[in-house]
Nanobody, 119 residues
Framework: QVQLVESGGGLVQPGGSLRLSCAAS????????MGWYRQNPGKERELVAR??????NYADSVKGRFTISRDNAKNTVYLQMDSLKPEDTAVYYC??????????????WGKGTLVTVSS
């Protein structure tokens, strides 16, 4: 199994920045995709960003403001969040998808870290 631990959430003013981290441990898949989702009360969880190899994908609402990156040696993914807006307030969840010839894609989730953007 894979365990995911997120960190870096907190309270920040509009226009400020935060960097989220997610470290994966356990039975790491040699091929994997990592990303970030977020969820507000009463709304469905939505994709924020993901990274597969050198390819990245972002939600339209965060393009140009957020940057996802990963350190494969540390099995860690990062989300640099700049120019934060109140609507970015949410619980952010780390997502990990592992691939092998038996299971295909297997999803794992972190417990989430709260980001609050407010004056």
């Amino acid at each position: 199994q894979v365990q995911l631990v997120e960190s870096g959430g907190g309270l920040v003013q509009p226009g400020g920045s935060l960097r989220l981290s997610c470290a994966a441990s356990g039975s790491i898949f040699s091929i994997n995709v990592m990303g970030w989702y977020r969820q507000n009360p009463g709304k469905e969880r939505e994709l924020v960003a993901r990274i597969s190899g050198v390819t990245t994908n972002y939600a339209d609402s965060v393009k140009g403001r957020f940057t996802i990156s990963r350190d494969n040696a540390k099995n860690t993914v990062y989300l640099q969040m700049d120019s934060l807006k109140p609507e970015d307030t949410a619980v952010y969840y780390c997502n990990y998808v592992g691939y092998d010839r038996f299971s295909g894609g297997v999803d794992y989730w972190g417990k989430g870290t709260l980001v609050t953007v407010s004056s």
